[in-house]
């Protein structure tokens, strides 16, 4: 399932550079392919990863507060 992800990652890559690089194609239209492209894999991550970054959250909160008091 991974591999397929990246894959489709990398071909969203591939096409949004294309858009980019393009002279007579809309800048505007290239760019916000990229952000939608970087809030996906934001998204993504996040879903994926919540819980260890809730832990190591938690962890520093903890560290930050015991070197306050």
């Given at each position: 399932?991974?591999?397929?992800?990246?894959?489709?990652?990398?071909?969203?890559?591939?096409?949004?550079?294309?858009?980019?690089?393009?002279?007579?194609?809309?800048?505007?239209?290239?760019?916000?392919?990229?952000?939608?492209?970087?809030?996906?894999?934001?998204?993504v991550?996040?879903?994926?990863?919540?819980?260890?970054i809730?832990?190591?959250?938690?962890?520093?909160?903890?560290?930050?507060?015991?070197?306050?008091?």
């Amino acid at each position: 399932m991974m591999t397929a992800l990246k894959n489709k990652m990398q071909r969203m890559g591939l096409k949004a550079r294309k858009i980019l690089a393009s002279k007579s194609g809309d800048q505007m239209t290239g760019w916000l392919i990229v952000v939608l492209i970087v809030v996906v894999v934001g998204a993504v991550f996040m879903t994926l990863y919540q819980d260890s970054i809730t832990t190591i959250w938690n962890n520093i909160v903890t560290k930050i507060t015991g070197l306050l008091s």
